[in-house]
């Protein structure tokens, strides 16, 4: 079954602490994309990488990190730097230029 | 870079009635343009795309259309039902690559 995966589906962090969230996609595609989402939000640009070994900062990078290493996956690690880092977080891939963009079913991550 | 504005931000309709929602852009080079629903909980998921050459595409009761020289696009939903309720996005994507860039988002409420 192609597709997306995100996990986990629920992740819980303690203040002052990194996590990684995972993203893979056997979907062979090249770009893959995060996106944060808030309540009753939109979807804002955290990182994406069009290319395996590259990526870019999209308009919310600060407090997180990514890496390419394998086409098929793209971790984000939320890190301490970031202050407020309970949202919705999507992970998405596309085949190329100006192609339909899959998503993952979401990570919904909660600092206590 | 782009810049996605989406109306309104909050949509009531009743059952059969359709349903507009608009979005501006402003990246003249932007063209591909697609529209995405989220239902509670769950990734958006593509419904209808559009491409700048082409002025209008439909898809049964969903229609999309695009005006760029005046760099909007509406998304039409004719015979509106319970289970178009949902948050609609619209995006376009950014000439660079295939970087999408959302509006903020429609919450689409159909009462029967």
């Known amino acids: 079954d192609g597709g997306i995966t995100q996990s986990p589906k629920y992740l819980f962090r303690k203040e002052g602490q990194n996590v990684t969230l995972s993203c893979e996609q056997n979907?062979?595609?090249?770009?893959m994309y995060w996106y944060r989402q808030d309540p009753g939000q939109g979807l804002r640009l955290i990182y994406y990488?069009?290319?395996?070994?590259?990526?870019q900062k999209g308009d919310i990078a600060e407090g997180y990190s990514v890496s390419r290493e394998k086409k098929e996956s793209f971790p984000l690690t939320v890190t301490s730097a970031q202050k407020n880092p309970t949202a919705f977080y999507l992970c998405?891939?596309?085949?190329?230029?100006?192609?339909?963009?899959?998503f993952g079913q979401g990570t919904r991550l909660t600092v206590v | 870079g782009e810049n996605v504005e989406q109306h309104p931000s909050t949509l009531s309709v009743q059952e059969g009635d359709s349903a507009v929602i608009k979005c501006t852009y402003s990246d003249s080079a932007s063209n591909y343009f697609p529209w995405y629903k989220q239902e509670l909980g769950k990734r958006p998921q593509l419904i209808i795309d559009i491409r700048s050459n082409v002025g209008e595409k439909k898809d049964q009761r969903i229609a999309v259309t695009l005006n760029k020289t005046a760099k909007h696009f509406s998304l039409h939903i004719t015979e509106t039902q319970p289970e178009d309720s949902a948050v609609y996005f619209c995006a376009a994507s950014n000439n660079a690559g295939n970087m999408l860039t959302f509006g903020g988002g429609t919450r689409l409420m159909v009462k029967p």
């Open positions: 979907l062979n595609h090249d770009a």
């Open positions: 998405a891939s596309s085949v190329g230029r100006k192609g339909e963009a899959f």
């Open positions: 990488s069009q290319i395996v070994n590259d990526f």
